[in-house]
């Protein structure tokens, strides 16, 4: 009943820039946190940045001052503004948020489908 749908993928050069999207929709009450993960072939998955619903942040070390994870809550949506980008960031992207879903009390976490990041010359 909960979807997310992750997009603005691609390849970049290194030093360029790309802006993820994550669409939520279904049967949603509310979310609360959300965040973007990434896995890249032969390395652990991790958290690559989090906000709260209320806007607060926090980031990966790597990619602080890099990156800006950001939401609409209106639209469902969290967003990440990746600048800068090294080809050690080439991963699948993918995007988590806690949702309460209509008539139920608790939140679920759910996951999107990904995206893939490629950042090569």
């Known amino acids: 009943q909960v979807q997310l749908v992750e997009s603005g993928g691609g390849l970049v050069q290194p030093g360029g820039s790309l802006r993820l999207s994550c669409a939520a929709s279904g049967s949603i009450f509310s979310i609360g946190a959300m965040g973007w993960y990434r896995q890249a072939p032969g390395k652990q998955r991790e958290l690559v940045a989090a906000?709260?619903?209320?806007?607060?942040?926090n980031y990966a070390d790597s990619v602080k001052g890099r990156f800006t994870i950001s939401r609409d809550n209106a639209k469902n949506t969290v967003y990440l503004q990746m600048n800068s980008l090294k080809p050690e960031d080439t991963a699948v992207y993918l995007c988590n948020a806690d949702v309460k879903r209509m008539w139920l009390y608790d939140y679920k976490a759910f996951w999107g489908q990904g995206t893939q990041v490629t950042v090569s010359s």
């Open positions: 906000i709260t619903s209320g806007g607060s942040t």
